[in-house]
T-cell receptor
Framework: GAVVSQHPSRVICKSGTSVKIECRSL??????MFWYRQFPKQSLMLMAT?????????EQGVEKDKFLINHASLTLSTLTVTSAHPEDSSFYIC???????????FGPGTRLTVL | DAKTTQPTSMDCAEGRAANLPCNHS???????VYWYRQIHSQGPQYIIH???NNETNEMASLIITEDRKSSTLILPHATLRDTAVYYC???????????FGSGTRLLVRP
């Protein structure tokens, strides 16, 4: 299957700082990428849909000013958690759609810990 | 999105077939059924998807009932590495937006 990478895989930061997470589709062009968050023992929760060259669409209850999404190219989307707080500690996962195959491929996830 | 219902947990013996059911009674005619799994602390992994016909790939088989209101994912010879949470998802529209439910936690026993 297609490969989606995330960087970093793990990050620890201090409260009040901002953290950027990158999501790359390595062997296909993804016009649409998605960002999810997963708390321990819970299912994935969709945060936003990221479309190349346009503003992201956020799910209800997700603060767009706190979770900044940029999809500048067909292979890269970034999620920036601004002014992170301990409650933002979570597993952040991105996915990218390969329209030709009708499939969506997920990255390995980024574990964010805010101290 | 069509709602899906899955058992909370299942188990099977290593080497045996694992049959994971999913109900999607409100599915409409052009909606696909997707299956993903998530092994602990990893991103979800695509398994298979189908519309009407049964599908098979190197990982699994997908059996969809004729009325399309339910489906079964079959892992023909489960291994310990198949222990994971399995998600049955019906995206519902052309955006391929996947909404994850609770899934089925499959435990493969030695």
């Amino acid at each position: 299957g297609a490969v989606v990478s995330q960087h970093p895989s793990r990050v620890i930061c201090k409260s009040g700082t901002s953290v950027k997470i990158e999501c790359r589709s390595l062997d296909f062009q993804a016009t649409t990428m998605f960002w999810y968050r997963q708390f321990p023992k819970q299912s994935l929760m969709l945060m936003a849909t990221s479309n190349e060259g346009s503003k992201a669409t956020y799910e209800q209850g997700v603060e767009k000013d706190k979770f900044l999404i940029n999809h500048a190219s067909l292979t890269l989307s970034t999620l920036t958690v601004t002014s992170a707080h301990p409650e933002d500690s979570s597993f952040y996962i991105c996915s990218a759609s390969d329209w030709d195959k009708g499939e969506q491929f997920f990255g390995p996830g980024t574990r964010l810990t805010v101290l | 999105d069509a709602k899906t219902t899955q058992p909370t947990s299942m188990d099977c013996a290593e080497g045996r077939a694992a049959n994971l059911p999913c109900n999607h009674s409100t599915i409409s005619g052009n909606e696909y059924v997707y299956w993903y799994r998530q092994i602990h602390s990893q991103g979800p992994q695509y398994i298979i998807h189908g519309l009407k016909n049964n599908e098979t790939n190197e990982m699994a088989s997908l059996i969809i009932t004729e009325d399309r209101k339910s489906s079964t994912l079959i892992l023909p010879h489960a291994t310990l590495r198949d222990t994971a949470v399995y998600y049955c998802i019906v995206p519902g529209d052309s955006s391929y937006k996947l909404i994850f439910g609770s899934g089925t936690r499959l435990l493969v026993r030695p």
